[in-house]
C-alpha cells in the first residue's frame, strides 16, 4: 500500500488537473474576430487603444508623403474610419522624402507623433523627427514640429518607438552603428528624459547575425515593445521587405537592467515569418494592442497576400495592415503563431446596390481610391424611374453614377463624376455609359467612356469612346475621341501588358456588335488591331488575368461569354455562358448583363447588373458573385453568399 500511494496521488492531481483544465476551457471566450487586412495599403502599423475607447491608428501610406490619423471603437471599424491628415512633407530640405512609420504616443498630457524622414535633396538621408500636440484630441489642435531627435550620432536611423517602465521611460530605434563601412541596422535603446530628447548613452541590443536576418539585406529594424508576466518582449523585424521579412524578438526581466546587452536573449528564429499555407507573406514592423477590456493581447502587423513583386519592394504598396490574438505559453513568453490568412468577408447583400436617384444603375466598373481609402464602383445611370420619356431617351442623357464601399461588400452613392465634354460631343446634354478606369504608373488616372452627342429616342446617331484624365477620380477633362475602327464604338475594356503598354478591348457595332482590339504604349496614341472576337455579336467585354490564364468576359444577352488566353490575342470560347440561368436572390432571378471583375488576391469577384424586372423593363440593380476556376473553365454559383473584403 506504502508503494502504492505516490502512484495513486499522481493519479489523482493528473484527475484533478484535467478536471480543471476542462473547466478553464470550457470558460475561455473564443478569440475574437477579425476582418483581416484591417486597413488596406497601410503598412507599419500602430495602434493604441486610449482611455477614452477608441482605437487610434496610424501608419506608412504608399505615398511616403504624409501622417494621417484615423480611430475607431473597433479594429474592424477602422479600416472604414476616416483619415485625418495632421502633417505633410516639406517641399524641400529635411522632412521632405520618404516619411515612414509614425507612431502616436500620449505622454504627460501631450501627443507626440515619432516619425522617419529623408532630405527631398538627399532621400536617403533618414533620421528621426518628433511632433508635438497639446490639444487634448489630437485630432484638433497643432502639431508643432519639434525637430530632429538626436540619438548620438548621425547615420541613417527610423522606426522609433517609446515606452515607460518602473517610472523610466525609454527611446528604443533603428540605426547604422557608428562604423560607416557597415551598411546594417541595429536595434539600440536609450533612456529619455524629455519625450523629445534621450540621456545617457546608447546602448546596442541586436545586430543581424542570424542568416534569416541578412537576406538581401542586413536588417533589424522596427521594434515593438509589450511587457507581460514580469519580462519585457521587444519585436523587430528582420531582412528585405518581401517575403523574406520576419520578425524576432528579444526578451529581458523587466527588474533587469534594459541598458544592459546581457539582460537580453535573443530568439535564434523568427517568431513570426511568412506562411505559404495561409497566404500571407513578409509579417512585420508590428505594434502591439488589447481587447477594449484589456484582457486578451493583440499583434498588428503588415504583410501582403501575395510573394512575388514585380520591381522595388518598397514601391509596391500592398502591404496591409492585420491583427491576431497573441497566445502564451506555459513558460509566459507569446506566441504569435502563423499569420492568419484572409478574412472571407462579409456577405454581399443581394441587390449589392442600387442608384438612389434615377434606379437605373449598370455597366459597373469598381477601382480603389487612396484619396478616400474606399473602393469607388462608377456606372452607367439610366433614368429608370422618370416617367414621360419617349421611347428610348431614358436611356440617353445620364452621368456616370459614384458608389463607394471600404470592402467591397456594402456600398453607399457618393454623387456623379464631374465629366467636362466639350459641344461636339453633346456638351451637358451628352449622353455616358460603360466607363472603364485606369490608373497609370505616375499616379494619374484615365477614363474611357462611351459617349452619345445627346439624347435621342432611337440607336442611329454615332457613340464614340472619349478618353479623360483625372487625379482625384472625381473631376475629368482633356477630353479626346480616339480613333479606332468605325465611329460606331462601344464598351472600352483596358488592362496593361506584361510588356509594358496597353490594350484595349471594345465592342464594334458595325462589324455585327464583334470585339475589337487596340494598343498603346502611353493611353493616348492608339494603334488598331482590328477583330479579337467575332464568334458571336456581344458587347460589354471585360478582360483581366486570374489564375495563370488571360480571361475575356462578353455579355451576350443570354448570359455572359467566356474566352481563355495564353496571350491576350487567341482566345478560346468555354462551352457554357454564366449567369444565364436565373438566381433565388432578391433582384436576381435574371440573366446577368454588362460585367466588371476585382481580382482581389488569389479570389476574383464579378460585378454585375440586371434588369430584375424582366427583359424590357428599365430598372437595373448590382449584383456580385464570387469566381471560381479550374484552370479552363470560369464559374459563378450567383446563389452561393458573396463573402468579399476586396485588398
Known amino acids: 500500500m506504502v508503494a502504492r500511494f505516490p502512484a495513486l496521488l ?25 476582418n483581416n487586412p484591417l486597413v488596406l495599403q497601410r503598412a507599419d502599423p500602430q495602434v493604441v487603444l486610449q482611455q477614452d475607447g477608441f482605437y487610434y491608428f496610424t501608419a506608412t501610406v504608399p505615398e511616403y508623403d504624409r501622417i494621417e490619423l484615423r480611430r475607431a471603437r473597433t479594429l474592424n471599424d477602422l479600416g472604414a474610419a476616416t483619415p485625418q491628415v495632421v502633417w505633410r512633407k516639406h517641399a524641400s530640405g529635411e522632412m521632405g522624402a520618404h516619411i515612414w512609420a509614425p507612431e502616436l504616443h500620449r505622454i504627460n498630457g501631450k501627443w507626440y507623433i515619432y516619425f522617419t524622414a529623408g532630405r527631398a535633396d538627399a532621400i536617403w538621408e533618414i533620421r528621426l523627427y518628433v511632433l508635438e500636440n497639446s490639444s487634448p484630441d489630437p485630432f484638433k489642435g497643432e502639431w508643432v514640429e519639434r525637430g530632429q531627435l538626436k540619438t548620438g550620432w548621425e547615420s541613417f536611423s527610423l522606426d522609433a518607438t517609446t515606452f515607460e517602465l518602473r517610472g523610466q521611460r525609454y527611446l528604443v530605434w533603428t540605426q547604422r552603428g557608428r562604423d560607416t563601412a557597415s551598411k546594417a541596422t541595429n536595434i539600440y535603446i536609450a533612456k529619455m528624459d524629455t519625450p523629445t530628447s534621450i540621456t545617457g548613452p546608447a546602448t546596442m541590443l541586436s545586430t543581424p547575425e542570424y542568416p534569416w536576418e541578412k537576406v538581401r539585406f542586413d536588417v533589424n529594424e522596427a521594434p515593438a515593445v509589450l511587457v507581460r508576466n514580469g519580462r519585457v518582449f521587444l519585436t523587430y523585424s528582420a531582412s528585405a521587405t518581401d517575403a523574406n521579412y520576419a520578425m524576432g524578438m528579444l526578451t529581458a526581466g523587466d527588474d533587469a537592467n534594459l541598458l544592459d546587452p546581457a539582460s537580453w536573449r535573443k530568439s ?21 494592442t488589447t481587447t477594449p477590456d484589456g484582457k486578451t493581447d493583440i499583434i498588428v502587423y503588415h504583410a501582403r497576400n501575395y510573394r512575388d513583386i514585380q520591381g522595388d519592394s518598397l514601391r509596391d504598396p500592398n502591404r496591409n495592415t492585420r491583427a491576431q490574438v497573441i497566445h502564451w505559453r506555459a513558460d509566459g513568453s507569446p506566441d ?49 424611374n422618370v416617367a414621360g420619356l419617349a421611347d428610348i431617351a431614358w436611356v440617353h442623357g445620364t452621368r456616370i453614377g459614384i458608389a463607394e464601399s471600404p470592402d467591397g461588400a456594402a456600398w453607399k452613392y457618393v454623387g456623379t463624376a464631374n465629366i467636362e465634354l466639350p459641344a461636339d460631343m453633346g456638351g451637358t446634354d451628352s449622353t455616358h455609359w460603360a466607363p472603364d478606369v485606369v490608373r497609370a504608373p505616375d499616379g494619374s488616372y484615365h477614363m474611357f467612356l462611351t459617349v452619345v452627342p445627346g439624347i435621342f429616342t432611337d440607336w442611329k446617331h454615332p457613340r464614340r469612346i472619349v478618353h479623360l484624365s483625372s487625379t482625384d477620380l472625381r473631376n475629368w477633362g482633356s477630353a479626346q475621341p480616339l480613333t479606332l475602327a468605325t ?63 488571360w480571361w475575356m468576359i462578353t455579355d451576350v444577352w443570354h448570359g455572359l461569354a467566356v474566352y481563355r488566353s495564353n496571350d491576350a490575342l487567341a482566345w478560346l470560347r468555354q462551352a457554357d455562358n454564366l449567369l444565364q440561368h436565373p438566381g433565388k436572390g432578391d433582384d436576381d ?7 466588371d471583375v476585382v481580382v482581389s488576391g488569389d479570389r476574383a469577384f464579378l460585378f454585375y447588373f440586371t434588369h430584375p424586372d424582366g427583359k424590357g423593363t428599365r430598372r437595373s440593380s448590382i449584383q456580385v458573385v464570387e469566381l471560381t476556376t479550374d484552370g479552363q473553365t470560369l464559374r459563378a454559383d450567383r446563389d452561393a453568399p458573396a463573402h468579399i473584403n476586396l485588398i
Open 10 to 34: 499522481r493519479f489523482l492531481a493528473a484527475v484533478l488537473l484535467a478536471v480543471l483544465a476542462a473547466g478553464r476551457a470550457c470558460a475561455l471566450p473564443a478569440d475574437p474576430a477579425f
Open 268 to 288: 535564434p528564429e523568427p517568431v513570426m515569418r511568412s506562411s505559404a499555407a495561409n497566404g500571407q507573406y513578409g509579417p512585420g514592423h508590428n505594434s502591439f
Open 336 to 384: 504569435f503563431g502563423e499569420p492568419v490568412p484572409d478574412a472571407a468577408g462579409h456577405a454581399a447583400a443581394k441587390p449589392l446596390f442600387r442608384d438612389p436617384v434615377y434606379d437605373g444603375a449598370a455597366d459597373p466598373v469598381v477601382i480603389w481610391n487612396p484619396m478616400v481609402n474606399r473602393w469607388w464602383m462608377f456606372y452607367t445611370n439610366r433614368r429608370a
Open 487 to 549: 465611329p460606331k464604338v462601344i464598351d472600352a475594356s483596358l488592362a496593361r501588358l506584361p510588356g509594358g503598354g496597353w490594350r484595349m478591348w471594345y465592342n464594334n457595332e458595325a462589324d455585327k456588335k464583334s470585339i475589337y482590339y487596340a494598343d498603346s504604349p502611353d493611353l493616348v496614341q492608339w494603334t488598331d488591331h482590328g477583330r479579337a472576337v467575332g464568334d458571336q455579336a456581344g458587347e460589354g467585354p471585360k478582360i483581366f488575368q486570374w489564375k495563370g490564364s
Open 589 to 595: 432571378r435574371v440573366i446577368g448583363g454588362h460585367p
